[in-house]
């Protein structure tokens, strides 16, 4: 058995485009358990930090230590977007695809994929054309093909940014059902309510800076910047 990826130390990581930091200086270490919540402004950088988590930007200074080599840790991780990527072809399919990526003959995939339909209740769906879903029912089948390879780390970019709140609370439930059974999850949100009710931890960025790291409960009731005051207070922050 190979260990876990984590913790994961991030150092002076540094992420540049056309001139400007999206990243700046960043340096956090995160520990094997939990929820993290990825905060701030519009363009804080919580999309770029995730991704370079998961080693699709390349850094311009600074690295990311893992606690095991590069090809092991990328296996681990699984990416949810914002606007999920959908494959043309029917909903089961989509789910059981990175089975068979892996080798998993595709009776099995298919059957794991049904198995996972059901848990995010979307079993009647499973024969439907994946472009025919609605927002919701495409984040859940973006969560169950991402956790249908049981992912140590799961990554989420705003997942319910478009959804309604009968929708986002199911993926929420998803999301604490996943990392009870194990898998540590890192998202990025907007939404204060929802860093409320899933957070341990709490990443704050602001123009590409880390601002705080904090156990969500400190975070919450006592920031320590005038920025993260300030956004939490639903003021606009500079
Ligand atoms: N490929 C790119 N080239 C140049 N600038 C970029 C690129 N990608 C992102 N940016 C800019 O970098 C900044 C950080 O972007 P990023 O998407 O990481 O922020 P964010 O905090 O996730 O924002 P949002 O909440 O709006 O999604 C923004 O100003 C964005 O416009």
């Not at 309510?193 to 400190?218: I, P, T």
Request: proline share 5%; aromatic share 4%.
């Amino acid at each position: 058995m190979v260990g876990s990826i984590f913790p994961v130390e991030i150092a002076d990581v540094t992420v540049r485009k056309r001139g400007q930091a999206l990243l700046d200086g960043i340096s956090l270490s995160l520990a094997p358990q939990g929820i993290t919540i990825v905060m701030g402004p519009n363009g804080a950088g919580k999309s770029t930090l995730l991704k370079a988590l998961h080693g699709m930007e390349r850094l311009n200074g600074g690295h990311i230590q893992w606690s095991q080599p590069k090809s092991v840790t990328q296996k681990r991780q699984a990416f949810v977007f914002q606007t999920p990527i959908l494959m043309r072809r029917p909903v089961i399919d989509n789910v059981a695809y990175p089975l068979t990526l892996r080798g998993v003959s595709s009776a099995e995939a298919r059957e794991k994929a049904r198995q996972w339909l059901e848990r995010v209740k979307l079993g009647p769906a499973a024969h439907q054309h994946a472009a025919e879903l609605s927002g919701g029912e495409r984040q859940k089948m973006a969560l169950a093909r991402a956790l249908i390879g049981e992912p140590e780390l799961l990554f989420l970019d705003e997942p319910c940014a478009n959804l309604d709140g009968r929708a986002t609370r199911e993926i929420e439930e998803l999301l604490l059902v996943a990392n009870a059974d194990g898998t540590r999850i890192i998202m990025a949100t907007h939404d204060m309510g929802q860093a409320r009710r899933l957070a341990d931890d709490v990443v704050f960025l602001n123009k590409a800076k880390l601002l705080e790291h904090a156990d969500a409960q400190a975070f919450f009731e006592s920031p320590t910047t005038p920025q993260a005051q300030a956004f939490l207070k639903g003021e606009i922050v500079e």
